[in-house]
């Protein structure tokens, strides 16, 4: 493994720049699968919080179209984008704390 970790350090060093240009296309590759992900979930929700799936739902849209904003426009403003990954993370953690005390007490009220 040592020598697997100093390859890649290795590597990472000598192409640190064209690296961090591609920083922006893999957050946003993985904003678009997480995205599709909880897209699928939100539509299994539907049948166990029949009133309340629509904020997963949200939350998946704003996964899938952060994810594609950051692959349709990677190079022009960095920091814009960060700065969108930013609120985008705080917006997605209000709904991901709301989904959770919904989902208990569904389930509460279920057993």
Do not use: C, H, K
Not at 2 to 23: K, R
Not at 48 to 56: E, G, L, P, S
Request: hydrophobic share 65%; proline share 2%.
């Amino acid at each position: 493994m040592g020598i697997i970790y100093l390859l890649i350090a290795l590597i990472v060093f000598f192409f640190a720049e064209t690296l961090a240009s591609l920083l922006p296309i893999f957050i946003g590759a993985l904003f678009l699968f997480g995205g599709i992900i909880r897209l699928i979930q939100a539509v299994g929700f539907r049948r166990t919080i029949a009133n309340r799936w629509m904020y997963f739902m949200l939350s998946s849209l704003l996964w899938i179209g952060i994810g594609l904003l950051m692959l349709a426009n990677p190079f022009d403003s960095l920091l814009v984008l960060f700065q969108l990954f930013g609120g985008f993370l705080i917006a997605v953690g209000v709904i991901e704390w709301v989904l959770y005390f919904t989902l208990r007490s569904s389930r509460r009220q279920q057993a």
